[in-house]
C-alpha cells in the first residue's frame, strides 16, 4: 500500500519544494498539496480516503497551523490522522503548544534542500513502517 501524505502550507516555493522532496524520496507517494488551513479541511471533510499523515505548516496567514490542528481534533473522523508539525518556527512556545493540541510529531525545516530531503526520507520510512490503518470510512 503506498501512503499518502497531505502537505499544507501557503509559500508555493515549499510546496515545490515538498514536491520534489517527495518526488525523489517516495515516487509512490501520493502527495496532496494545499496552500491553507480551509482549503485542506474543506477537501478532508468530503474525502472519501483520508491521508495517512499530514504534514501542515504552522505561521500561515488567516488560518495557522494551530487553527488547523485544532478544527481536525474536533471533528472525530479527522481526529484520527496523524498531524507533523513541519515549520520554520523552533520556539519552545510553539513546540509545546503543538504537543497540547495533540500534533504527533513536531519537525522543524532544514535549512537546505539536501538536508531537507533527508527529513522528507526519514518521514517516509518512519510512516511507511509505522503506519496504523484506520477503520471505517475513509480508512486505510
Known amino acids: 500500500m503506498t501512503l499518502r501524505v497531505a ?3 501557503d509559500n508555493a516555493m515549499d510546496r515545490q519544494l515538498a514536491t520534489e522532496a517527495f518526488s525523489e ?3 509512490a507517494c501520493t ?3 494545499f496552500s491553507s488551513g480551509p482549503a485542506v479541511l474543506s477537501h478532508l471533510l468530503t474525502a472519501e480516503v483520508l491521508p495517512d499523515v499530514l504534514l501542515l505548516d504552522l505561521n500561515m496567514p ?3 497551523g494551530f ?3 485544532t478544527s481536525l481534533k474536533a471533528d472525530p473522523r479527522l481526529a484520527q490522522i496523524p498531524v507533523v508539525m513541519f515549520t520554520t518556527s523552533s520556539a519552545s512556545r510553539d513546540v509545546a503548544e503543538a504537543y497540547a493540541l ?3 510529531s513536531y519537525v522543524v525545516k532544514a535549512p537546505s534542500f539536501h538536508a531537507f530531503l533527508d527529513q522528507v526520507e526519514a518521514f517516509v520510512t518512519y510512516w511507511q ?3 496504523v490503518s484506520r477503520a471505517g470510512p475513509g480508512g486505510a
Open 102 to 104: 495533540h500534533a504527533s
Open 31 to 33: 502527495v496532496d498539496l
Open 7 to 9: 502537505v499544507v502550507d
Open 62 to 64: 488567516g488560518f495557522s
Open 67 to 69: 487553527e488547523v490542528l
Open 25 to 27: 524520496a517516495c515516487p
Open 129 to 131: 513502517l509505522n503506519r
